[in-house]
């Protein structure tokens, strides 16, 4: 089935920018989504760190953003559209169904947060309920939310367990964060202490397990 050309779709089509690092996934994805009549994809980025640029040139009606996205993630991009491109409503669509993803979404301004296994119908059905202002999210993520209870940590203690990769020494993490060794040492301490862990490493995973970071 071809996609159906510019000049044939309804005036009143949906304008999109799509998000997602994977060249292959996101041009399945922008000519899936062509092929609906009341869908464009006006936009198609592999970074984060270019999508409010790529909106305010192409002002979207929605924005399909992943989460892992290189230079900025999804879930900060959101935030940053709903500053700069506040008319712009915003879809997480992500391979990660994590409780705290979805509740950082939540927070960060999106109207929907969906996994990338359920089919395209479904994703331009989201698409065009988010755009009458609804709120669309997986059920079963949705489930796992409420049980899941809010983040503990502070966004501190996320900026040093971030910071925390690839074998960084304390002294590493301070410099990068401008904090003092102490300072690194206490949010490191508390983090592992919320987190019910034995070292930063294993409170790292498992704060990532949970879409804490």
Known sequence: ????????????????????????????????????????????????????????????????????????????????????????????????????YLRRAMEAGAAGFLVKDGPVEELAQAIRRVLTGETVIDPALAAAALGAGPDPLTARERDVLNASVDGATVADIAAALRLSESTVRNYLSSAIGKTGTRNRMEAMRVARRQGWL
């Open 1 to 100: 089935m071809d996609e159906m050309p510019r000049e044939h779709r309804p005036a009143a089509s949906v304008r999109v920018l799509l998000a997602e690092d994977q060249g292959m996934m996101r041009g399945a994805l922008a000519l899936l989504l062509g092929m609906e009549p009341d869908i464009d994809v006006v936009a198609q980025v592999g970074r984060g760190d270019t999508i409010v640029e790529a909106a305010l040139t192409s002002r979207p009606d929605v924005a399909l953003l992943d989460i892992e996205l290189p230079g900025r993630s999804g879930l900060d991009a959101a935030a940053d559209l709903a500053r700069e491109v506040p008319d712009c409503r915003v879809l997480i669509l992500t391979t990660f169904g994590r409780p705290g």
